[in-house]
């Protein structure tokens, strides 16, 4: 199983933007694929949005659709999560998690997960 991290969170302006990386290490990362999850205080996590392992296909939140997007390099064993136009109701800590030959569907429905980050904070403020 591959070990995550994550990084990138902080403290911004609502309209701000922000990238949030996913380093993947301890597994043949391109095998898996990979989501992008979101808790709030107070809240249940919530999918965000993930990609198939091949990386042919992505699935968003309604939340999220037009203003995150998600990308991979295999090559650096690293998962992107850029977002823009922030918004105060994004503020949460973002997780992200891992499934072996999985796709951006399963992902969305946290099916089949095996690894997850221990979660970076991001903050939006008004």
């Known amino acids: 199983q591959v070990q995550l991290v994550e990084s990138g969170g902080g403290l911004v302006q609502a309209g701000a933007s922000l990238r949030l990386s996913c380093a993947a290490s301890?597994?043949?990362?391109?095998?898996?694929?990979v989501g992008w999850f979101r808790q709030a205080p107070g809240k249940e996590r919530e999918f965000v949005v993930g990609i198939s392992w091949t990386g042919g296909s992505t699935v968003s939140a309604d939340s999220v659709k037009g203003r995150f997007t998600i990308s991979r390099d295999n090559a650096k064993n690293t998962v992107y999560l850029q977002m823009n136009s922030l918004k105060v109701e994004d503020t949460a800590v973002y997780f992200c998690?891992?499934?072996?030959?999985?796709?951006?569907?399963?992902?969305?429905?946290?099916?089949?997960?095996?690894?997850w980050g221990q979660g970076t904070w991001v903050t939006v403020s008004s």
């Open positions: 301890g597994g043949a990362f391109s095998s898996y694929a």
């Open positions: 998690a891992a499934h072996r030959f999985g796709t951006a569907q399963t992902m969305a429905v946290m099916q089949g997960i095996t690894s």
